[in-house]
C-alpha cells in the first residue's frame, strides 16, 4: 500500500476527511448534531416520543426508527422533494440508519418511548449514508442523556459508540472515506458499519467493474476499521 497523494484532495490513502461535529445545532430537538466530513454535511436531530408503535405496545421496551432525506439542493443538481412517499434509495438508507443506531440502545431498558432519528442532507459530496450513521450517534448519546438526567431511564441505557465509513478501489489502490468523485469513479464500493469494540454491524459492497477477491475485501475491511477507530474516537471527544 502507498502513501500516494493522487487523491483529489491530496489526502492520503488511509485518511478520512475532516470531521466535525456542531452538537445542539438546533435547539429543540432532545438531540442534535451537524456531523460535516470534508464537503459532506447531515444534520441530525432526534425526537423522544413517549410511545412505542403499535406492534410493541405492552412489552415494556423501546424503540428507535430513522427518516433519511436530501435537501433539494444538496447535490449539483437539484433534487426534487420525495413528495409522493420515500424512494427506494432513501427507504433503504432510513432502514440501515435505524438497524445500525438500535445496536447502540439497550431498547429494554429505554421504557416505552421510541427514539426518532431524522439525518436530512444539506449538502452532498459522498458517504452521506455513514456520515448519518455516524452523527446520528452522537445525536442519539444526547438525546438519551438528557433523559438519563431527567431520571427517566438508567446511565447504561446507551451502548458503546457505533460508526460507519465507506471505502473503494480505484484500480489497485485501495481508499478511505471516498468523496463524491472518488465514488463515482470506484471499481469497488464498499460501506462498514461497527461497534466501537469492533464488532461489525453491516458491510455493504459492490463490485462496479471487474470482481474483486478475498485479499482485496480484507484490506478494504482493514482499512474501515482502522477509520471507523478514528471516528469512534472523535466521537467520543464531541460528546465529552
Same mark, same amino acid.
Given at each position: +500500500? $502507498? ?6 484532495? @491530496? ?10 461535529? #456542531? ?8 438531540? /442534535?448534531?451537524? %456531523?460535516? +466530513?470534508?464537503?459532506?454535511? *447531515?444534520?441530525?436531530?432526534?425526537? %423522544? ?10 412489552? !415494556?421496551?423501546?424503540?428507535? $426508527?430513522? @427518516? ?6 444538496? $447535490?449539483? =443538481? &437539484? #433534487?426534487?422533494?420525495? #413528495?409522493?412517499?420515500?424512494?427506494? &434509495? ?7 440508519? !435505524?438497524? /445500525? ?15 426518532? *432519528? ?15 450513521? $455516524?452523527? !446520528?450517534?452522537?445525536? %442519539?448519546?444526547?438525546?438519551? &442523556? ?8 438508567? @446511565?447504561?441505557?446507551? =451502548? ?31 460501506? *462498514? ?8 454491524? @453491516? *458491510?455493504?459492497? #459492490? ?29 467520543? =471527544?464531541?460528546?465529552?
Amino acid at each position: +500500500m $502507498t502513501n500516494s497523494l493522487d487523491r483529489i484532495d @491530496e489526502r492520503k490513502y488511509d485518511e478520512l476527511r475532516p470531521v466535525k461535529f #456542531t452538537t445542539g445545532y438546533v435547539i429543540f430537538p432532545e438531540g /442534535s448534531v451537524l %456531523v460535516e +466530513m470534508g464537503r459532506t454535511r *447531515v444534520l441530525c436531530n432526534v425526537t %423522544v416520543e413517549e410511545r412505542v408503535p403499535e406492534w410493541m405496545a405492552g412489552k !415494556g421496551a423501546g424503540w428507535l $426508527t430513522a @427518516e433519511y432525506a436530501m435537501l433539494p439542493r444538496s $447535490t449539483q =443538481k &437539484r #433534487t426534487p422533494r420525495e #413528495t409522493s412517499g420515500p424512494r427506494g &434509495r432513501t427507504q433503504e438508507i432510513k432502514r440501515l440508519i !435505524g438497524r /445500525s443506531l438500535r445496536v447502540a440502545v439497550d431498547l429494554n431498558r429505554l421504557g416505552e418511548r421510541t427514539l426518532l *432519528v431524522d439525518c436530512d442532507v444539506l449538502q452532498a459530496d459522498g458517504g452521506t449514508r455513514t456520515a448519518s450513521i $455516524t452523527g !446520528g450517534y452522537v445525536a %442519539v448519546a444526547l438525546a438519551i &442523556r438528557k433523559l438519563v438526567e431527567a431520571g427517566r431511564v438508567p @446511565e447504561d441505557v446507551l =451502548k458503546p459508540p457505533v460508526a460507519a465509513v465507506s471505502v473503494g478501489r480505484i484500480g489497485p489502490q485501495t481508499y478511505l472515506d471516498l468523496c463524491y468523485e472518488e465514488d463515482h469513479r470506484a471499481d469497488v464500493d464498499l460501506n *462498514v458499519i461497527m461497534t466501537a469494540e469492533g464488532k461489525f454491524i @453491516e *458491510v455493504q459492497g #459492490t463490485a462496479e467493474g471487474e470482481p474483486f477477491d478475498r485479499g482485496a475485501l480484507d484490506q478494504m475491511i482493514d482499512l474501515a476499521a482502522e477509520g471507523i477507530e478514528r471516528l469512534v474516537d472523535l466521537q467520543r =471527544k464531541a460528546l465529552a
